[in-house]
């Protein structure tokens, strides 16, 4: 055990909470806004004025003359990640016939690490909902790439829609780069793959049954088939004590971002829609707690440190109510 540490983290819950993951096809969060290492709590970085990168000076030198003179300026955005925990209370008669049993070979059940990947599953979703909260937050983009789509433009509408203008126009949108993303919710997708003009672009003559894969989506408007990003988490909405309501995390809108893959860091000079900051891994350990049940028993945690961030809203394009 650490010295001095209030919570000490245990190598092998750690090893366990890292490791554990939800389906890569139902959380997409780490894809949409990529963790970047942070090395404190508070930080900073660089935002650049946009007409320097595109105004381009006299560059004529006369015969005897000087160059012109530029001067590059830029100002420090500042933040600070959370920090996002939960707790498992295990008493002290679980953990011991949990023992006794894996001692006799009858049960091969840890309730320490069970609670530590119980937890890890929540603080998972958890990151998802911000992060769908973040992506789909009109606040974060600039009003000339932002649209909502209303009746018969709506996407579901497959007689009198136009989807694959709807999507270029998103992708094309975004000033700088062109989208390299497009980021939308389950609901969106089971109606795009299945609407008859693009099926028709992809198929063929007058093909419109059926449905196109992610694959075929992804090769019609020119992206890699890993970043077209569907979103399929659930979320249980209800009060507590209340039936279960479950909702889909990612709901009915869709954003083409830019999203650098080669960004390491906040303060680096590359451009991308947003980012997570992360002050070091996500940790997990237990604690011994003498007020669980009458002999006390192990608090069992796992938390991270980290905050979502857009950081160049005109590398992003929201099309709102993409569907009915």
């Keep these: 055990m650490a010295p001095n540490r209030p919570f000490p983290v245990d190598a092998t819950l750690t090893t366990i909470a890292v490791g554990y993951r939800n389906p890569a096809y139902s959380f997409i969060g780490r894809r949409v806004l990529p963790p970047l290492a942070v090395l404190s709590e508070s930080f900073k970085w660089t935002k650049y004025p946009l007409g320097e990168g595109f105004s381009v000076p006299d560059t004529l030198v006369s015969r005897k003359g000087q160059p ?6 830029a100002t420090e955005e500042s933040g600070s990640v959370n920090d996002y925990g939960l707790d498992d209370a295990i008493p002290y008669s679980d953990i011991e016939q949990a023992e006794r049993l894996r001692a006799e070979r009858r049960s091969n059940v840890d309730p320490e690490a069970m609670a530590a990947q119980g937890l890890t599953n929540l603080i998972e979703l958890a990151r998802e909902v911000r992060c769908a909260a973040v992506v789909q937050d009109a606040a974060n983009y600039v009003a000339a790439r932002k649209v909502t789509l209303v009746g018969t433009d709506q996407l579901s509408a497959y007689a009198t829609s136009d989807p694959y203008g709807v999507i270029d126009t998103a ?14 919710g389950q609901p969106v997708w089971a109606k795009l793959k299945r609407h008859p003009k693009l099926i028709e672009a992809v198929k063929g003559g007058l093909n419109e049954e059926g449905a196109i894969t992610r694959a075929q989506f992804a090769e019609l408007f020119e992206l890699k088939p890993e ?3 569907i979103g399929e988490a659930l979320l249980n909405t209800a009060k507590k004590g209340q039936a279960a309501a479950l909702s889909r995390v990612w709901g009915k809108k869709l954003a083409a971002l830019f999203i650098d893959p080669s960004k390491q860091a906040a303060d680096d000079n590359t451009l991308t829609f947003g980012f997570t900051a992360e002050l070091g891994g996500r940790v997990a350990g237990s604690i011994e707690d003498q007020d669980i049940g009458l002999k006390g028993g192990k608090r069992v945690r796992v938390g991270e440190s980290v905050k979502e961030f857009v950081c160049a809203p005109d590398l992003g394009y929201l099309v709102t109510d993409v569907i009915a």
């Design 171 to 184: 992708l094309d949108g975004l000033l700088v780069h062109r989208g390299n993303t497009l980021v939308m």
């Design 68 to 73: 012109g003179q530029v001067e590059f300026t």
């Design 227 to 229: 970043n077209v990003l």
